[in-house]
């Protein structure tokens, strides 16, 4: 059973003025599509066909870079796309709330680290927000597609929230202002989505 390219949920201009329809257009139908395509080509015949993406890159060899770029690609985007929403909805609350409150203090705080950990990352990556089994929560960043479920990684628990920082998710628009798209992604994640997320990684 081959891995499906995951719909967006909302139409690609939704986003907007924060992250424009062109580049979730080609961010989705060519960067996520290709990554989708080289997994399934990648794993296609070998004992990882039919296995989730979770486990797939859970018990990841990592010299096996096919799978460890495609398969990163293929999850990290599927995540993005969920964790950020065109309504505004969804407030930071409830267990979520406390557990970000009782790593960073407060939300600003948190918000410059994860910005932080999103503008450092050199060239292209990923930042995190991670949950642990014991309910807390920390942040980290990732190069090229790798992601904390890979063996590892200097970066762990479960993410619940992530970042692209790659230039194809912002240079259209942005060109080399990581920062000011960095600060927009904050005005549209979908933190209904991440507290699902969170609950379901520490229960
Ligand atoms: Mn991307």
Redesign the pocket.
């Known amino acids: 059973m081959a891995f499906k390219l995951p719909e967006l949920g909302y139409a690609y201009n939704a986003l907007e003025p924060n992250i424009d329809a062109k580049t979730m257009e080609i ?1 989705h139908s060519k ?2 599509n290709g990554y989708t395509t080289k997994l399934n080509g990648a794993i296609e015949g070998t004992d990882l066909d039919g296995k989730p993406i979770e486990d797939i890159l859970g018990n990841l060899d990592m010299n096996n870079k096919a799978v460890r770029n495609n398969g990163g ?1 293929f999850y ?2 599927s995540l ?1 796309w969920t964790v950020m929403n065109p309504e505004g909805k969804g407030r930071l609350s409830g267990a979520l709330k406390d557990a970000i409150e009782s790593k960073f203090k407060t939300f600003d705080a948190f918000k410059d680290d994860f910005s932080k950990a999103a503008a450092t990352q050199f060239g292209s990556g990923w930042a995190w927000l991670c949950a642990h089994k014991d309910g807390s929560v920390s942040v980290c960043s990732t190069p090229n ?1 790798d992601n904390p479920l890979m063996p590892g990684v200097a970066c762990e628990g479960t993410p619940i929230l992530g970042l ?1 920082v ?1 230039e ?2 912002y240079y259209l628009n942005y060109q080399n202002r990581r920062p000011d798209y960095i600060e927009a992604f904050f005005n549209v994640i979908n933190w209904n989505e991440v507290e699902r997320r969170y609950a379901e990684a520490t229960k």
């Open positions: 961010h960067h996520h690609g990290n985007h993005f597609q692209d790659w194809h998710a």
